[in-house]
């Protein structure tokens, strides 16, 4: 089930207006997958090369900032002779609704795979209305 | 047969298949999955390739000659009692890619490695097939 025709181009990440970069490597927007339970919400971002000490979430009012840094590891006096992916730091931005309990937020990094537990705050989580029949 | 200028000029089909084939061929930009980074220099090659997601056991490396082949499998999150997915980017699946190399390699000295998602090989020359020094007698 090899699925040749997939997308494999790393997409790089797009600066946003009046923000300049002062680290010299480029930035990738990392894939991810943003699944939604009762209890929370979790975020799976593949970042290739960064462990748990290189990676820096923020959170500020909305925006959930995930940022991965990586150092190219370029093997010496070789050349590069077949080059079909590069190399860089991880940049992806979400806003994030204020249901999420912000201090109970976790983030572990297994694989290059950066896992987010956003449990969701106790008001926010779907509770059963009962109605009543009679009025 | 060789067409001349006149003749192309006169048969505009003919150069309009002519120009169809010449696109059809040029090669195209397809990678197969995983993208790979190939280092080499006289004595060895070492070939990097970012597979994030995948365990050490899920990973399969074997050389033929100067053929280098990956394969491997991604398995699918095992994600429970889902409401919703706001975004589903990630891949899963199985793998399979070849490389070909200058030389054929030492199939006894490769040395791999896998961390953070990040595949490391390390695919020295046959030692045969390296260059050697001649000593001219004087």
Redesign the interface.
């Known amino acids: 089930?090899?699925?040749?025709?997939?997308e494999?181009?790393?997409k790089e990440a797009e600066l946003e207006k009046g923000v300049e970069h002062t680290r010299a490597t480029r930035v990738f927007t990392p894939?991810?997958?943003?699944?939604?339970?009762?209890n929370d919400?979790?975020v799976?971002a593949?970042?290739?090369?960064?462990?748990e000490k290189s990676v820096d979430i923020t959170l500020e009012k909305e925006l959930l900032t995930i940022y991965g840094r990586v150092e190219p590891?370029?093997?010496e006096?070789?050349?590069?002779?077949?080059?079909?992916?590069g190399v860089g730091d991880y940049k992806r931005t979400f806003t994030i609704s204020n249901e999420i309990d912000r201090d109970q937020i976790q983030a572990s990094?297994k694989?290059?795979?950066l896992k987010l537990v956003l449990p969701k705050a106790e008001g926010a989580k779907t509770r059963k209305i009962p109605i009543s029949g009679n009025a | 047969m060789t067409t001349t200028y006149l003749e192309r000029l006169l048969d505009p089909w003919r150069e309009f298949d002519r120009m169809n084939r010449l696109l059809r061929s040029s090669p195209t930009q397809t990678t197969e999955y995983p993208a790979v980074n190939v280092w080499v220099n006289g004595e060895d090659a070492v070939i990097t390739t970012e597979i994030p997601g995948v365990t050490t056991d899920d990973i399969n490396i074997s050389v033929t000659g100067n053929s280098f082949t990956l394969s491997g499998k991604r398995p699918a999150d095992e994600e429970k009692n889902v409401q919703s997915y706001h975004r589903h980017e990630l891949w899963h699946g199985n793998f399979n890619k070849t490389v070909q190399l200058p030389f054929n390699v030492d199939s006894e000295k490769i040395h791999a490695s896998y961390k953070n998602g990040v595949l490391h090989v390390s695919l020295p020359k046959l030692e045969a097939e390296k260059p050697k020094k001649i000593k001219i007698e004087s």
Do not use: C, F, S, W
């Open positions: 089930m090899t699925d040749t025709n997939r494999i181009q790393k894939t991810v997958d943003i699944v939604e339970h009762k919400i979790v799976l593949d970042m290739p090369g960064v462990d590891e370029i093997p006096n070789h050349r590069l002779a077949i080059a079909e992916y990094v694989d290059g795979v």
